[in-house]
């Protein structure tokens, strides 16, 4: 076996297919980040010119000539694999002090154990539990099992819906009530999915701005998008998608419904009224030939229909007034890599939160891991706190009403090759994400 730097291309070619895979372990993600600062390394193991193991690892600078590797979602290799593991992290370290490394950080594309949509763990199920302690023996520090979604690298806790030999309607099936009324009531407002381009990043990132502002989280800026967006589109691994309305069309549409529900609720009045007379010189004969209450109902049902309309009518024409005829409620960055697709960023402008106006995405998305036989469509992040008391589980709850299940990565893993030099790194680091969340909950 022998310890060698890979091209991209033969990078790639291991990568696409690999058990642990992830766009994150791909070139196109490794260049996104070589704009903000970066250093991509593809390195690997071969053995007969055969690639047995890779990862691609991201190099940073901290302070003057001390560094740290990041291989993202990485290794791509068999942990259960003694010999070869060995061999890789014993050349991995020789390769990264080559380097004045002062830490190796991964955090593998590995679930911990099997959990339902509840996130509870399923009775046997599979585990992975066991490459904690492998990786462990190697060195490597665990970095704990967090719940919390911000302030990671990557999110540990994912909920994704399994697509793999199913159909849409399968999907729709196994919807929560819930989901499947927020559904129509997009549908019925004449909300649509559109693909965007790179001239809609502006708009991606106003979006998700205003959902930062909400939440108090830090946003990522313009040109992170940008760049993310330009590396990944053009290897076609991403696209934005937005929720919009169209409401000279709605409102055209609505007016029309409402116009023919109050001509139909005339027109049957009238009928009635003529029945009702008819109705009375018949009764003597053959009894009364009109059900007074059960047309009554009928009405007032189609009223109270009627009211809706008006409503909705009124609030769409509002919208027009304030943002034209073409108006964007929310946007998605959709990952497509391997065998999954990845709903990676998303936010909605806090006006419109209350039309779902995320759904009809996720289940366009949902409808395309359908179609090309997928493994899963993945909603990405969530908090492990799975409780109703918790202040992202709005977060949780709209993704689960899809169903599908709760995902637990294996977590963040920290390879130490300086340790005084590390533990001053990762004070500081506390420090500064303590800062973070001060400032966040200030704004």
């Known amino acids: 076996?022998?310890?060698?730097?890979?091209?991209?291309?033969?990078f790639s070619d291991f990568s696409k297919d690999h058990e642990y895979t992830s766009f994150f372990q791909t070139v196109a993600w490794g260049k996104s980040k070589e704009k903000v600062g970066w250093k991509m390394h593809l390195v690997g193991i071969k053995e007969n010119k055969k690639i047995l193991a890779a990862t691609m690892i991201l190099e940073k600078a901290l302070i003057k000539k001390i560094k740290i590797f990041y291989s993202p979602r990485g290794f791509l290799i068999d942990y259960r694999n003694k010999e070869l593991?060995?061999?890789?992290?014993?050349?991995?370290?020789?390769?990264?002090?080559?380097?004045?490394?002062?830490?190796?950080?991964?955090?593998?594309?590995?679930?911990?154990?099997?959990?339902?949509?509840d996130g509870n763990i399923v009775e046997n199920g599979y585990s992975n539990n066991d490459i904690i302690s492998i990786l462990e023996s190697y060195g490597f520090k665990h970095q704990g099992f967090n719940l919390e979604q911000d302030n990671k690298l990557q999110g540990r806790w994912l909920f994704v819906t399994p697509t793999k030999e199913k159909t849409i309607k399968d999907i729709d099936n196994e919807m929560k009530r819930s989901a499947k009324r927020a559904m129509v009531k997009t549908e019925k407002l004449g909300i649509k999915v559109v693909k965007g381009t790179e001239e809609d990043i502006k708009?991606?990132?106003?979006?998700?701005?205003?959902?930062?502002?909400?939440?108090?989280?830090?946003?990522?800026?313009?040109?992170?998008y940008k760049n993310m967006y330009h590396e990944l589109h053009k290897e076609g691994l991403c696209d934005l998608y937005f929720a919009t309305l169209d409401t000279k069309d709605v409102i055209t549409k609505l007016s029309k419904e409402i116009k023919e529900k109050k001509e139909g609720l005339?027109?049957?009045?009238?009928?009635?009224?003529?029945?009702?007379?008819?109705?009375?010189?018949?009764r003597k004969y053959k009894g009364n030939m009109i059900n007074v209450p059960k047309f009554n109902e009928r009405q007032e049902k189609r009223r109270s229909e009627l009211i809706q309309l008006e409503s909705q009518l009124k609030e769409v024409k509002e919208i027009q007034e304030r943002h034209g005829d073409n108006v964007t409620l929310s946007g998605i960055l959709e990952i497509f890599y391997g065998n999954e697709v990845i709903g990676l960023y998303g936010g909605t402008y806090k006006e419109f939160i209350k039309y779902s106006p995320f759904n009809p995405i996720h289940h366009k998305m949902l409808e395309y891991a359908c179609e090309n036989n997928l493994k899963q469509y993945n909603y990405y992040a969530i908090s492990g706190n799975l409780s109703k008391e918790d202040s992202q589980y709005g977060i949780y709850y709209t993704k689960r009403n899809f169903g599908g299940k709760v995902v637990e990565l294996?977590?963040?893993?920290?390879?130490?090759?300086?340790?005084?030099?590390?533990?001053?790194?990762?004070?500081?680091?506390?420090?500064?994400?303590?800062?973070?969340?001060?400032?966040?909950?200030n704004k």
Not at 266 to 282: R, Y
Request: proline share 3%; glycine share 0%.
């Open 1 to 10: 076996m022998e310890f060698v730097e890979l091209t991209e291309k033969e």
């Open 85 to 117: 593991l060995t061999f890789f992290v014993n050349n991995l370290k020789i390769y990264a002090k080559k380097h004045k490394v002062l830490f190796i950080k991964i955090d593998p594309y590995i679930e911990n154990y099997e959990r339902d949509n």
């Open 203 to 224: 708009e991606f990132y106003n979006i998700m701005k205003d959902t930062s502002d909400r939440r108090s989280f830090s946003s990522r800026p313009l040109a992170y």
């Open 266 to 282: 005339k027109v049957d009045q009238e009928i009635f009224d003529k029945a009702e007379v008819l109705s009375e010189t018949l």
């Open 410 to 441: 294996i977590g963040e893993f920290d390879l130490v090759l300086n340790k005084p030099l590390y533990y001053v790194y990762k004070l500081a680091f506390a420090t500064k994400i303590k800062l973070k969340k001060i400032k966040n909950r």
